[in-house]
């Protein structure tokens, strides 16, 4: 849908610009939004870099362990099936931290393993089984306790308060994730 979608913004802006004379700022806009871009990858690579770091090194310690142990009577709420399977439990536990940690670069490659661990143990492999349908949610809400991307593109746009949205996201966080493990939950049960 958004292949399609973008393309004819993008043409009616066009059209719309030639019209109304203002090609120059079309392309004036264009050049300009590419720096910026360029400006913003080079903040949020080195603040991705940071956390990757530390999470990579969080991997080698018991720091881990430690997490999932602290995590594991809610992971085995949130995801019954996969009680008996430590290796996903971690898997779950690193994008858990990381999501928390506002770091959605980060979490995706944990996630996505986690979903390969959760492919394996699935008996329907053309169907999403329960905890990776939980794993979604829990994905698509990310609750995040640092914002730390946020965080990043606010001080590259010379935000004088670039934290003061912390309060905001917990709340939007908290209640999306709330909203949408308990709309699993219930999913699941009328599915069964």
Partial sequence: MLNI??????????????????????NNSIFESTANAVQLSITLLGTICLWNGIMKIAQTTTFVSKLTNLLKPIINFLFPEMKENEKVKEEISMNIIAN????????????????????????KKDTVSNSMAMFIVLNTASLQLIPTTVIAIRSSLNSTQPTSIILPV???????????????KIFIKLKM
């Fill in 170 to 184: 917990w709340g939007a966080t908290i209640a999306a994730a709330i909203c949408g493990v308990v709309a699993t």
């Fill in 5 to 26: 979608l973008w393309p004819i913004f993008i043409i009616v802006s066009f059209i719309y610009a030639i019209l109304t004379g203002n090609v120059q700022s079309v």
């Fill in 100 to 123: 928390m940690l506002g770091l959605g670069n980060a979490a995706t490659p944990l996630g996505l393993k986690a979903m390969k661990t959760m492919q394996k143990e699935n008996n």
